[in-house]
């Protein structure tokens, strides 16, 4: 049977650029190479798009990295940053095959000419597996693209990426679905910076200490500071301004009694998703920030988490309802709060729809704990993408 041709693509110029580095090394590493004919696709940091015309040049005699650590901007230990330093130009139009297979039309570029690609470059690809988080690879732009070229790829489409990157978007969906949430301010750059005491008194009219003041549209935690107290609130708006236009400020569940548990699930599939079983993060540190998921050691996982069968079919729903209300598809991994107090009320916090995929992530891991491997993980994410090609073929766009 002919192998498919997958386009593993990364980097991208977000805050998130050596996470995806890391989970593109994981998914090269783990793809079947009897299945799948794959071709690593890099964005640099500056939005430079680069690919390799024999991946396994690149693949080949790579040294072991080690996942724990943020190694992703080397070469020599990183497949994808091998990519990025010694990959070719390109430049891609979002031009649909004329033979309606997928394919991503390359343009060679020396030095301020532009040369038009000859028909051996044209990149024929069946499905894109894009392992981008954050900004420009998560919130919907790259989706578009996708969706211009006529082309198969893994994860939400344009506006399951957009509400699912956008946490003020996000939370009137959750909210207009009957979602529990945590209570919280939404505001922008330019009201702070227009009034700063204005908004820090609607801030603490609305919510109590300690807050959670986060950047819109960002993931892996970036930009994200606990405020125990007006002194610490300016400085973390400040912080979360220089990363969107928007800010969220979110009221903490559990107050100042105790920290909220943090519970997470996985979601695979597209109009009929399931959950995974539902697992506990033990943050080292005070949350479970950028620092806690990438750099330290002392976060622990619970797989499953200790809760009752009542509580882990109330998340595992909760968690299918928010997929479906941002109208996500392939995957996802939705976030929790449980009060720590007598109530142990469930809270939806936010839904990640391109999460971190290395095989030490929370998203593989969780599916790993109920069953599918982090390969099979990956061969049902593929599939999930050609089913979603072929039901939007169905739709007509002219009479």
Not at 14 to 22: A, D, K, Q, R
Not at 123 to 131: A, G, K
Not at 136 to 150: C, K, N, P, S, V
Not at 211 to 223: C, D, E, I, M, R
């Amino acid at each position: 049977m002919k192998k498919l041709r997958i386009g593993v693509l990364f980097g991208g110029r977000s805050g998130e650029h050596e996470v995806s580095l890391l989970s593109a090394a994981s998914v090269l590493k783990a793809i079947d190479r009897t299945k799948y004919d794959v071709i690593p696709i890099g964005i640099t940091k500056e939005g430079r798009w680069v690919t390799a015309s024999d991946a396994h040049r690149l693949l080949a005699g790579e040294s072991p990295h080690t996942e724990r650590h943020l190694r992703a901007g080397d070469p020599e230990t990183t497949s994808a940053a091998a990519v990025l330093a010694r990959g070719e130009s390109v430049i891609v139009p979002p031009v649909p095959s004329a033979n309606q297979t997928g394919a991503l039309v390359p343009f060679e570029t020396h030095a301020s000419a532009l040369v038009q690609h000859h028909a051996d470059q044209v990149l024929n690809l069946d499905v894109i597996f894009p392992v981008l988080h954050g900004t420009f690879g998560e919130d919907g732009t790259i989706q578009g693209l996708f969706e211009l070229a006529g082309i198969a790829y893994v994860g939400s489409g344009v506006l399951g990426s957009a509400t699912g990157m956008d946490k003020d978007v996000m939370k009137r969906l959750f909210a207009e679905a009957k979602l529990a949430i945590p209570k919280h301010v939404s505001f922008l750059r330019a009201d702070w910076e227009a009034s700063p005491k204005k908004t820090i008194a609607k801030i603490e009219s609305a919510l109590k200490y300690p807050l959670f003041v986060k950047p819109a549209n960002l993931g892996s935690s970036v930009g994200i500071t606990k405020s125990h107290d007006r002194k610490e609130l300016t400085p973390a708006i400040d912080l979360a301004a220089s990363y969107d236009r928007k800010i969220v400020v979110e009221q903490g569940i559990g107050g100042k009694h105790g920290k909220a548990r943090e519970l997470e699930v996985a979601i695979l599939g597209n109009d009929n998703p399931q959950a995974s079983v539902v697992g506990e993060i033990v943050p080292g540190k005070e949350f479970y920030d950028y620092e806690a998921k990438y750099l330290t050691e002392g976060s622990n996982l619970i797989l499953p988490a200790k809760i009752t069968k009542t509580q882990t079919k109330q998340i595992q729903q909760m968690a299918i309802a928010a997929f479906r209300a941002c109208d996500c598809s392939g995957l996802a991994r939705v976030d929790f709060l449980m009060d720590p107090g007598k109530s142990q009320r469930i809270y939806l916090n936010e839904i990640n729809t391109l999460p971190g995929f290395t095989s030490i992530s929370m998203y593989p891991k969780l599916w790993a704990a109920s069953g599918i491997s982090y390969p099979d993980l990956i061969d049902r994410l593929i599939q999930l993408a050609l089913e979603r090609r072929r039901e939007k073929d169905r739709t007509s766009y002219s009479r």
